[in-house]
């Protein structure tokens, strides 16, 4: 079955302590990126990757980080995490872009930062 | 810069009567456009898309949008909701190109009742 799939699913912790939230994608897309849900706000897209090793920043990328080492691999790390990071984040994929191709989103991980 | 607005907050309808969900934005050449549906506790689902063509496109799930270029609207419709339809929608505006941006408006929740 083709899907995107973010571990975890709920995460609660606290401030400063480094994580990692992965995504994987298994229907071979080369583009990727992840996004932030918040309440009124929409989606704001964080960082995204055109393909392996080629990583840019979205509309919201302060406290994040992200890599590309393999195709079907784009993990979140927040290596400092704040409670204004609390937040429900959506990993997408799509063939080659954005702007102009469906995009596949994973379940969300909802984290909270205290 | 490209933007997405959906009026309306939240919506409640009767279950078996039309909906309507307004969508306009700003984009200053041929937008592509989509319609997403979220789920609670799910990621975000291709309700239908735009590129070119024919102007009342049809999507899942029996909805449908039409694009009005001298309104900038594509607003969604379905002609009779089922309680399966309680979710939040999204609108979202991208372009021809692989690495044109995305934009979401901030979504409008629908509540169906009895």
């Known amino acids: 079955e083709a899907q995107v799939t973010q571990n975890p699913r709920y995460l609660i912790t606290v401030t400063g302590k480094k994580l990692t939230v992965t995504c994987s994608q298994n229907?071979?897309?080369?583009?990727m990126s992840w996004y932030r849900q918040d309440p009124g706000l929409g989606l704001r897209q964080i960082y995204y990757s055109m393909n392996v090793e080629v990583t840019d920043k979205g509309d919201v990328p302060e406290g994040y980080k992200v890599s590309r080492k393999e195709k079907r691999n784009f993990p979140l790390i927040l290596e400092s995490p704040s409670p204004n990071q609390t937040s429900l984040y959506f990993c997408?994929?799509?063939?080659?872009?954005?702007?102009?191709?469906?995009?596949?989103f994973g379940d969300g991980t909802r984290l909270s930062i205290l | 810069a490209q933007s997405v607005t959906q009026p309306d907050i939240h919506i409640t309808v009767s279950e078996g009567a039309s909906l309507e969900l307004r969508c306009n934005y700003s984009?200053?050449?041929?937008?592509?456009l989509f319609w997403y549906v979220q789920s609670p506790g799910q990621g975000l689902q291709l309700l239908l898309k735009y590129f070119s063509g024919d102007t009342l496109v049809q999507g899942i799930k029996g909805f449908e949008a039409e694009f009005k270029r001298s309104q900038s609207s594509f607003n969604l419709r379905k002609p009779s909701v089922h309680w399966s339809d309680a979710a939040e929608y999204f609108c979202a505006v991208g372009g021809s190109f692989g690495n044109e941006k995305l934009t979401f408006g901030t979504g409008t929740r629908l509540t169906i009742i009895p």
């Open positions: 984009y200053g050449a041929t937008p592509y």
């Open positions: 997408a994929s799509s063939l080659y872009g954005q702007g102009n191709q469906p995009q596949h």
């Open positions: 229907m071979n897309h080369e583009y």
